[in-house]
């Protein structure tokens, strides 16, 4: 296999992948429909944050090994990993995944690898890409190859995930799934295990759909917890004691573009069959309602109250509000008339509700903890305490230190937790 890749879609998946590659030898163009992103990498610069990423596009760029475009070029292997958003009729939306495997196609030669990461539904591969593929006039199997091998990086973790974690290569045959083993072996140290693409697909689906429904079942627990009066915290830390359980984290609903998103698919792919998956989707959604009207219960005291709401991204440490809960809290508060101001230290002007700290907390009468930011943790009680107006906090993730901020006078509601 020759040595030079084009990856397509410049991401949270394909720019770490693209440079990750380049920094093991290979000759790798990243190709993306946004000139803007185009032309950050071809600076050596991120349009996302994720940690370490900086410095390998950097080191990257500055080898020579990495660049990026808005069209592809000739090379050996096609890496496909484009987002597969959701429908508003909660579908698999292929528009990027089928306009990257066209734009490709005038580039196709005998020999070539397409692999694609990007998660999507059951028989991709050989529905939608074997057609769109061998439209170039060469056949999958004998003149060119196609594996689904599906990304399984955690987004705050991905350049170490990238190169740890185990991978799934799902060949379309046999002879595709060993090209395809060939290339990832170059860089990742995780173990590699092949299959056929369909199984590869599923693969992926149920991993995200395992974290999906076992959050769900935190979140139903937390709210049964705050009907029996016990709380979920307890509950679930002595549960974990157990050597075969455990209890997944309550919190304000699941976002990101993969865990609240991905489960859909099977149950699109069968929707008789995947009734505990949509119903854990549909706890998990339903989640932002109850943080929003345990919110104004909490408030039914104070006259035209004002909420600071620490938290905007889907989850700690990232940038990302793609499917974000904590947006869509905000955003059912604002949409009832509520006074909401946000402060996210890591998302960056991405909302109007956005203030910086000061101006965040000042004169507030809820602070509301939606995303489990570090920064959040380090809060000192006291210095807060002198900014709002109502000393009142409800942590909808269990990170702050309870007894710290009734020591500063603080009433201390937590989600999962015996409420007034
Ligand atoms: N969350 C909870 N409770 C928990 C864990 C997470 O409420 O106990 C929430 C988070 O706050 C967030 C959402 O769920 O809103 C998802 O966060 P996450 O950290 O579980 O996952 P993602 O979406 O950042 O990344 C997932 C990972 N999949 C699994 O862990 C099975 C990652 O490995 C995948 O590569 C990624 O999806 C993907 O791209 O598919």
């Known amino acids: 296999m020759g040595r030079k890749v084009c990856v397509m879609g410049l991401g949270y998946i394909g720019l770490p992948t693209a440079s990750v590659l380049a920094s093991n030898g290979f000759e790798v163009l990243g190709v993306d429909v946004s000139q803007h992103i185009v032309d950050t990498v071809n600076h050596g610069d991120i349009h ?108 705050g973790k991905i350049l170490k995930e990238l190169i740890t974690n185990d991978r799934i290569i799902g060949g379309y045959d046999v002879v595709s799934a060993e090209r395809a083993r060939s290339l990832y072996e170059t860089f990742v140290e995780g173990e590699l295990f092949l299959t056929d693409a369909t199984t590869a697909e599923t693969v992926k689906l149920l991993e995200n759909t395992f974290r999906d429904v076992n959050i769900a079942l935190a979140n139903e627990a937390a709210l049964l917890c705050e009907r029996l009066g016990v709380d979920f915290w307890e509950v679930a830390r002595f549960a974990n004691r157990h050597p075969r359980v455990n209890v997944h984290q309550a919190g304000p609903g699941v976002g990101g573009h993969c865990i609240s998103v991905d489960p859909w698919f099977l149950v699109e792919a069968d929707p008789e069959a995947a009734q505990l998956i949509r119903l854990a989707r549909e706890r998990n959604d339903a989640m932002p309602e109850h943080v929003a009207e345990t919110v104004q219960a909490l408030l039914k005291d104070v006259e035209q109250p004002r909420i600071a709401a620490l938290g905007l991204a889907y989850k700690g440490n990232v940038d990302d509000i793609r499917e974000s809960p904590a947006l869509r809290v905000v955003e059912l508060l604002r949409a009832r008339g509520v006074d909401v101001a946000a402060y996210d230290p890591h998302v960056q002007g991405a909302s109007p509700m956005q203030r910086d700290f000061a101006d965040c907390v000042c004169g507030a009468d809820l602070l509301l903890v939606l995303t489990d930011h570090d920064e959040y943790r380090a809060l000192n009680p006291r210095f807060v305490a002198e900014q709002v107006r109502t000393k009142r906090l409800y942590d909808t993730r269990n990170i702050l230190d309870r007894a710290a901020w009734k020591e500063a006078g603080f009433a201390v509601y937590v989600l999962g937790a015996r409420l007034p």
């Open 48 to 155: 996302i944050e994720e940690p370490g990423l900086h410095t390998v596009v950097q080191a990257a760029i500055q080898s020579g090994n990495l660049r990026a475009a808005l069209e592809p070029e000739i090379a050996d292997v096609f890496l496909l990993a484009v987002p597969t958003p959701l429908t508003r009729e909660k579908q698999a939306d292929m528009t990027y995944v089928r306009r990257a495997a066209e734009s490709i196609v005038p580039y196709l030669k005998r020999g070539n690898l397409v692999i694609l990461e990007s998660t999507s539904p059951p028989g991709t591969c050989r529905e939608l890409l074997k057609p769109i593929l061998e439209a170039s006039g060469l056949s999958i199997g004998e003149d060119i190859y196609l594996a689904y091998c599906p990304e399984r990086v955690l987004p």
